[in-house]
């Protein structure tokens, strides 16, 4: 008995050596956030998002990335790298391409080619064949880690974010849990092949959406809870401002839809914990960063998007408490229904999209 209890006195022993002096890759940076504002008001509990309607892949892996090209079909980019392709009724999943990371954001341009938010490999291209061309990889002599989040402008210019220049798509948790401005907004203009910085020192930058006049853009910051409004005209072009600051969750993908509206995905509600504690305590997320992947904080089943303008003022709110279309990251507005990609499920929302409320 006396050995059994002195083995298990140094496996605690070496637990907490572990935890406290193993070398982490990240240098998290204090940082306390505002209260995280009540599920009420403008932001009250509701089921809508229990109407969302599964357009099954039957792959097994995730959907992120939603496009529908000029014919109605809809394509996904799965978590393994596959592209799919459905008919425009949703059915008859298809592989319409494939690349070696999990195509996030992605859009068809006015020739119907395929743009792709490809993580570490960068912008992407593809054609009706299903072949990829690699657009760009880096800005200003800095490569891109996370290419995530995009929009095409009426113009043809390609907006897009780089979550980070630090960390990979592989490890955008150690970009979360450190809390540094490794993030730019970035703008691709496909007639010369230039690559500029738009936007840099952002916190973990995401969607991203055009307005339909090309005057301005929205960006989420997912890293900081809010969203930034970009002017692309006039004598402030380029600069950033917040629209909507303190958002109750973890701002996703961002989509321009009809009348104005924008689209805003929280693939997750805030965690009262790590805000009141891990954010505030950088020592705390190292010990956490060296906890098995099981043991991480993650993002909970919670169904939440948002249609707000261009003034930042919520005109649609849309829950669903159950998750029954969960970890919402990516919507589409296409002829009246809202398409939508998950970071866990193997399926594509759909629902009509909401009227009005008076």
Not at 198 to 216: E, Q
Request: hydrophobic content about 40%; glycine content about 10%; aromatic content about 10%.
């Amino acid at each position: 008995m006396k050995k059994l209890l002195m083995f298990l006195c140094g496996i605690v022993v070496l637990l907490v050596l572990y935890l406290l002096f193993w070398p982490v890759p990240i240098d998290p940076a204090a940082w306390t956030p505002p209260e995280a504002p009540a599920l009420e008001g403008e932001y009250a509990v509701n089921d809508a998002l229990a109407a969302v309607e599964r357009l099954e892949s039957g792959m097994g892996s995730p959907i992120e990335g939603i496009a529908i090209d000029s014919e109605g079909y809809i394509y996904g980019g799965l978590k393994d790298g596959r592209i799919l392709r459905f008919s425009p009724e949703g059915e008859n999943p298809e592989v319409f391409s494939e690349i070696e990371s999990w195509p996030l954001g992605i859009d068809f341009d006015a020739d119907d080619n395929l743009i792709v938010c490809g993580g570490h490999l960068g912008l992407l291209s593809i054609d009706r064949e299903g072949a990829v061309t690699v657009l760009t990889t880096e800005a200003d002599g800095l490569p891109f880690k996370n290419v995530d989040g995009m929009d095409i402008a009426p113009d043809g210019t390609i907006y897009f974010s780089d979550v980070s220049y630090k960390y990979s798509d592989a490890d955008y948790m150690d970009d979360l849990m450190e809390h540094r401005p490794n993030g730019r907004l970035l703008s691709y203009d496909p007639e010369t092949g230039e690559t500029s910085v738009v936007l840099a020192d952002l916190y973990f930058p995401n969607g991203v959406a055009v307005s339909r006049d090309n005057d301005f853009l929205l960006l989420a910051e997912m890293g900081a809870y809010r969203l930034l409004k970009v002017e692309l005209r006039g004598p402030n072009r380029g600069e950033g401002s917040v629209l909507i600051d303190n958002l109750p969750g973890f701002p996703d993908g961002v989509g321009s839809g009809e009348n104005g509206v924008f689209w805003v995905t929280i693939v997750s509600p805030r965690d009262a914990l790590a805000d009141s504690v891990l954010f505030p305590h950088p020592f705390l997320r190292k010990i956490v960063q060296r906890l098995p992947e099981a043991l991480m904080p993650a993002a909970s089943d919670y169904a939440f998007l948002l249609g707000i303008d261009g003034e930042g003022n919520i005109l649609h709110n849309l829950q669903d408490p159950a998750g029954g279309y969960s970890q919402i990251t990516n919507v589409l507005e296409y002829e009246g229904m809202l398409y939508l990609g998950s970071l866990s499920e193997d399926a594509v929302g759909r629902m009509p999209v909401p009227e009005l409320s008076e």
